[in-house]
């Protein structure tokens, strides 16, 4: 009866307009990691809907729908599960990313290879929220729906190239159709590609944190309880989305694809995630990369090569070949080998790579990179600041500490005085590794080998993408590091200039290991470190703020040359947010005795935080067991590669700045609305 009722109605009124706007819809999961969850749908709503056009007034919202003061990622249950058998009454997350196979799974893939196949569907949510009749809904003339309340929500497996839905509304008496509504849906789909180094992947941020168990407060500076790899304290170490590479949903590229699929109810994000601790241009970006994040062995493939090969049809992958002149302007690409991370090594023909058969590559609409850091040393710089000038015993530090102690020096104009390196230990430490390297940092960043130095990499880098992924340069998005230590942010300032100086001199003069360092010691379980004073005095801040400032400006140099887009504004995201900032700064260990490691929550909300990740912060979130993994000083590496890495607060104030900047420069409207 309901049938026929509609196909009489169709007759009578085929010339009727539709599509007036009255039926409200919405994709019920529009974040593609998600499609790999056993409930992708009911994962989405729970972030998504406390999104709005601030990010840390999310992860204010969130913690109250969650009922945590600590947010879980997304992937907590999964990560945890990858490793432990689940619960008898626990569902089953699968993580997006195949850690063994080191490629998103095939349901993150899905709407990228089946865009325009009316096979692949989505799930759409529809109602007329206004209307008190009932309805019968229809899919291309096909009735899907008994007759339920039109205003009711009712969910239906959309083509993804689109389709019309129909809703006949039946009269309040018998069952004929009065009207028929008509609208024509399509999802918006962006797909956005992350890539580069730690800023990118999240390090120091693991979906799934260290959890500790109450402890007995140890004497104060005791820190053996870290250094002993099987402490009782430790009931689980911390789980990643990708263990290899300390890639995690709380990284600002996550973050800015996700946000841009919560805040439009017909977008759908198809994320690509390839960022990874350690990257640089030429070790890991562009060629494989050697020893990433905790893990001895070599990544099957560069992060450009994975993206090429996921977002191209199957099959249609080229023979390998050298990168064209376009890209490298013939510069020897073999030199980079020599004055870098990778090594000596045939860099010319590790960065080959195979392309896309034409017409057959699925270019991306945004790439979210960070990259550069590691191709100067940056944690060499930072280890340089933190680090005492006199070791002590410095023929046993200097072969039992080499890890610890910076690989490059920074730039001679950067390096401690005469008068200030009191043991003369890191300057004779530095001129070991000058004479070993034949460079510096100041070689790497180009201030004595320009076109060998950061711009000509980053230019390289930049090219690479936009002429494999087909992408415009313009949509290559890339925020400046932000400035760890600045205490002002300028009025007036030009964001894309360098960064004026610390501003007041509130600096203490000296962090004593007291603070925010004491946990590096935790790497010594032999004690050469007992006597060290780790931290940084107001000229070493001003020092390392030198060194960024000249990093940027080989990015913005690079930027300009390639034509990519540069977020200037996120040069000043962490200003008076820095690791002096927000509670819990001491280790348990201390004489203060603030807070046991237990209570420790990474993830919790605090409105005057800091936005960068202390060493005991560090310790706290990212302690592992150390099984299959490598040795520093007898214990794994990874619990402290987080230090002066962003935390989620940080990443979310990046976060809001790429998003803006997006907002008001880049249209990602579809080429069809």
């Known amino acids: 009866m309901e049938h026929l009722a509609t196909a009489s109605f169709a007759q009578a009124n085929a010339q009727r307009p539709s599509g007036d706007g009255r ?34 007034t999310w992860q204010k919202r969130l913690r109250h729908r969650l009922i945590s003061a600590s947010i879980p990622s997304p992937y907590s249950v999964g990560a945890v599960q990858r490793y432990e058998r689940p619960k008898p009454d626990e569902d089953v997350d699968t993580l997006p990313w195949d850690l063994a196979q080191e490629l ?95 800023y990118g992947s999240g390090e120091g941020n693991p979906d799934a944190p260290t959890v500790w168990s109450p402890m007995n407060q140890p004497s104060a500076n005791d820190l053996r309880y870290l250094a002993a790899e099987d402490t009782p304290e430790r009931k689980r170490s911390a789980r990643w989305l990708d263990e290899k590479c300390h890639r995690s949903f709380f990284s600002n590229q996550s973050l800015t694809a996700f946000a841009l699929a919560a805040r439009d109810p017909h977008r759908v994000v198809s994320f690509l995630h390839y960022a990874c601790t350690g990257a640089s241009v030429f070790d890991g970006l562009l060629t494989q990369q050697l020893a990433p994040g905790r893990y001895d062995d070599l990544l099957r493939s560069s992060q ?172 290559i998005i890339a925020p400046l590091y932000p400035d760890p230590v600045r205490f002002v942010t300028p009025t007036t300032e030009n964001q894309c200039s360098d960064a004026p100086s610390l501003g007041r001199a509130s600096l203490p003069m000296s962090y004593t290991d007291r603070m925010h360092w004491q946990a590096l010691r935790a790497t010594d379980p032999i004690g050469i470190t007992a006597s060290w004073n780790f931290g940084a005095t107001k000229r070493e801040a001003e020092r390392m703020l030198a060194t960024i400032n000249a990093l940027r400006r080989e990015m913005l140099d690079a930027g300009s040359d390639s034509e990519i887009s540069i977020v200037c504004a996120t040069r000043d995201t962490f200003v008076n947010r820095g690791w002096w ?60 590669h987080g230090t002066i890495h962003p935390n989620l607060y940080g990443h979310l104030l990046i976060t809001n700045e790429v998003l803006e900047y997006l907002r008001e420069e880049i249209d990602l409207s579809s080429d069809e609305d």
Not at 28 to 56: C, G, K, W
């Open 23 to 56: 039926i409200s819809w919405e994709i019920a999961n529009r974040f593609s990691p998600f499609e790999t969850l056993h409930d992708p749908a009911e994962m989405f709503d729970n972030y998504a809907s406390e999104v709005s056009q601030d990010m840390i």
């Open 104 to 198: 998103h799974r095939p349901e993150v893939l899905r709407f990228i290879r089946g865009e325009t196949d009316p096979n692949t569907t989505i799930a759409v949510r529809v109602s007329m929220p206004n209307e008190q009749r009932d309805c019968i809904w229809h899919l291309d003339n096909t009735p899907v729906s008994s007759v339920a309340p039109c205003r009711d929500v009712f969910q239906i497996d959309l083509p993804f190239p689109g389709a019309t839905v129909r809703a006949d509304l039946l009269s309040t008496v018998g069952n004929t159709v009065d009207e028929q509504v008509s609208e024509f849906l399509k999802p918006d789909h962006l797909v956005i590609v992350g890539m580069g180094d730690s």
């Open 304 to 475: 450009l090569q994975r993206a090429i090969a996921e977002l191209c049809d199957k099959g249609a992958l080229e023979a390998a070949d050298d990168l064209p002149r376009e890209v490298t302007l013939d510069v020897n690409l073999n030199l980079f080998g020599v004055l870098g991370r990778g090594g000596n090594y045939d860099v010319v023909k590790q960065a080959s790579k195979a392309p896309c058969q034409a017409g057959k590559l699925r270019a991306p609409d945004l790439v979210l990179v960070s990259i550069g850091g590691n191709d100067v040393g940056f944690s060499s710089i930072i280890s340089y600041a933190l680090l005492p000038t006199d070791f002590g015993d410095f023929p046993l530090a200097a072969e039992k500490l080499q890890s610890s102690l910076p690989d490059v020096c920074p730039p001679l104009e950067q390096r401690y005085s005469m008068a200030e390196d009191s043991g003369g230990h890191m300057a004779a430490h530095c001129h070991k590794r000058d004479r070993q390297l034949g460079f510096d940092a100041g070689d790497l960043i180009g201030i004595s080998q320009d076109e060998y130095g950061m711009s000509s990499r980053l230019g390289i880098a930049y090219r690479a993408i936009s002429h494999y992924l087909e992408i415009d340069p313009e949509r």
């Open 581 to 640: 900032q927000g509670t819990l700064q001491d280790m348990p260990s201390l004489r203060t005795q603030l807070g046991n490691t237990s209570k420790w929550r990474p993830y919790r909300y605090e409105s005057d935080g800091r936005a960068l990740i202390t060493a005991n912060d560090a310790y706290r979130t990212q302690n592992s067991s150390g099984e299959n993994l490598p040795r520093t000083f007898g214990r794994p590496t990874g619990d402290y």
